[in-house]
């Protein structure tokens, strides 16, 4: 069918064949107007990985048609995201780097008598196309106007001499077909902005339909990889390709990938920074892939979640818990163990004194992650979740007279007496070590509980100023959908998104991992740059945690670090 299947003349498939001697290559094709999110994840995945799985060669190129929109800091954000991702480029390319043959293409458009520079205002054009119901289309007065008219209108575009939105350089396609696509699409249009990479060498900037399967076919790219909202697109692709007779590439759909309890779009993200209820593009709570990143979440992870789901032309809306489920089962085989208390009540034992060291793994039954020494002393803090004044039956942790384990220690602890201070609230646990020395026996507990003893000579506790807690920033899975969120998105913002808990005490093992962050080759250099997202650890029984880039660690603690490690 005319439009579905390129024929390629046989001289432009020789001279393709030559340049990429046979070899697949794509290419991955954003605009740098944004973060990447997770939804790119998939298309990084379908590029890249198609040219891989066949040996050849994946791009990634700039789509910079649009000046007004576009910014440096995302283009360097873009790159390092990909590379982060695991992938590298086989060139890095610019749309803008082919605006001067870009402009010869429109030139030999309007030559061969397909192209034509037309003067209708916008809501014009949509009349001439049929308006609302999309009903019979019009030719416009311009449509028929001679070749060298159109020339000449459009060197007066591109030399400045009409103003924005005075004149537009249109496809002659075909108004009887059935799909918009062919309805005469603009190519050029006239911007008086400073472009980021051109600066103000030019007023007239091309549409995508226009740049976007041109510049494919300047690359030899060999499979156009896009999403399905392009399906329509690939008929005025295939027509502009053969209009100014250049190599035809082929153009593949694939579903979109959206995840629920999230929102991606660039505009809504804005809405969510400027509401106040993010902090930034990268807030831990968004799902642009910096976000994630500076979450903690492994790279590993989002490829093997992309990847899971497959690629179909099916547009999905993934629950969130899929890609979760694959951070933790990632950070689960890479996360040391560390004992944390991030809301702390002070036991002290009544029948112990002296220091005692234990030695404790980075993570039980995997001897590869190592070791390190916690001390043991009189005085210890726990979870006060861990604690409870009034016992029952169904509650296994700590309670007047009642027993609990402590993690890695030999013998569990029995609550003997609350001490309260002048304003009755706890100010002391009383305990017995339960080590059998006083002739008793050692009762069995039912459940082991995180702990940390002040030993200040072993560097024990580490005080945290702040530690964070992220939940889901929405509270429905689709907070778009009014029957569920009647005031909109915007409204169904959690309260509870982000937790602050204050004066957090930690193991001393964290000084182990800071020191081999900062002194590991694949990692030193990460660490000089603050970027710790990297340094990822499980607080037991509580989550994963990572040292967020804006955490200030001071030199002292990095010297402890290495005297206390080495
Ligand atoms: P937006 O409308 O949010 O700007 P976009 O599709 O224009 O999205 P680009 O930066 O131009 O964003 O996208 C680069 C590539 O990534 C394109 O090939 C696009 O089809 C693909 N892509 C974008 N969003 C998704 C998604 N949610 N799932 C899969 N692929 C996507
Ligand atoms: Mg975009
Ligand atoms: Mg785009």
């Excluded at 694939?254 to 969510?272: A, E």
């Excluded at 100023?465 to 913002?493: A, C, M, Q």
Aim: proline residues 6%; glycine residues 6%; contains cysteine.
């Amino acid at each position: 069918k005319a439009g579905e299947n390129p024929q390629i003349d046989p001289e432009i498939m020789k001279k393709h064949l030559e340049i990429t001697e046979g070899q697949v290559i794509t290419r991955f094709p954003p605009e740098p107007n944004g973060y990447l999110h997770i939804g790119h994840a998939k298309a990084i995945n379908v590029n890249f990985g198609y040219a891989k799985t066949h040996g050849g060669r994946c791009n990634l190129r700039y789509d910079d048609t649009n000046p007004e929109a576009e910014e440096e800091k995302y283009i360097t954000s873009i790159l390092e995201t990909v590379k982060w991702l695991g992938f590298e480029p086989s060139k890095i390319l610019y749309a803008s780097d082919y605006f001067k043959e870009l402009h010869s293409m429109a030139v030999r458009l309007i030559e061969r008598g397909l192209g034509y520079v037309c003067h209708c205002t916008g809501d014009e054009i949509y009349q001439q196309r049929g308006g609302e119901s999309m009903g019979p289309r019009t030719a416009c007065v311009h449509r028929e106007r001679p070749i060298a008219e159109s020339l000449e209108e459009f060197k007066k575009m591109k030399d400045g001499r009409y103003a924005a939105g005075e004149a537009i350089l249109r496809m002659k396609m075909d108004l009887e077909d059935g799909n918009p696509q062919m309805w005469d699409l603009v190519a050029y249009r006239v911007m008086y902005a400073t472009h980021h990479r051109t600066g103000n060498d030019w007023c007239i900037y091309p549409t995508y339909d226009f740049a976007h399967c041109l510049c494919d076919s300047i690359e030899n790219i060999t499979h156009s990889l896009c999403t399905t909202e392009f399906t329509q697109s690939r008929k005025s692709y295939y027509w502009l390709c053969d209009a100014v007779e250049v190599y035809k590439p082929v153009q593949w759909e694939y579903g979109r990938l959206n995840v629920t309890n999230t929102i991606l779009s660039k505009r809504k993200l804005l809405k969510l920074i400027e509401s106040g209820n993010v902090s930034a593009l990268d807030d831990p709570r968004l799902y642009t892939l910096p976000a994630l990143r500076r979450r903690g979440v492994p790279a590993a992870a989002i490829n093997g979640f992309v990847r899971e789901l497959g690629v179909t032309t099916a547009k999905t809306n993934i629950e969130v818990g899929r890609l979760e489920s694959h951070i933790r089962d990632c950070l689960n085989s890479i996360a040391p163990r560390l004992m944390a208390v991030l809301n702390p009540i002070k036991v002290r034992l009544t029948n112990f004194s002296g220091t005692l060291n234990f030695e404790v793994p980075f993570k039980p039954r995997d001897p590869t992650f190592g070791v390190h020494t916690v001390p043991f002393t009189d005085t210890l803090y726990i979870d006060a979740s861990d604690f409870r004044t009034v016992d029952s039956k169904d509650y296994y942790r700590l309670a007047p007279g009642k027993t609990v384990g402590l993690l890695y220690a030999p013998f569990p602890i029995t609550c003997t007496e609350v001490v309260h201070d002048e304003n009755g609230n706890i100010s002391e646990l009383l305990c017995r070590y339960e080590d059998g020395s006083d002739g008793k026996p050692t009762p069995k507990p039912k459940t082991f509980i995180q702990w940390i003893s002040d030993c200040p000579s072993r560097g024990s506790p580490i005080m945290l100023n702040e530690v964070r807690i992220y939940n889901g920033l929405f509270l429905h899975p689709n907070p778009y959908d009014k029957t569920v969120v009647p005031g909109g998105w915007l409204s169904d913002i959690n309260p509870n998104s982000l937790e602050v808990v204050k004066n957090v005490m930690v193991e001393s093992g964290l000084y182990n991992l800071i020191h081999k962050f900062a002194t590991d080759v694949g990692s030193k250099d990460k660490f000089a740059n603050g970027n710790f997202e990297e340094l990822r650890f499980q607080f037991l029984r509580t989550g994963y945690f990572c040292i967020d880039k804006d955490s200030i660690i001071p030199n002292e603690f990095i010297e402890l670090s290495h005297k206390l490690t080495s």
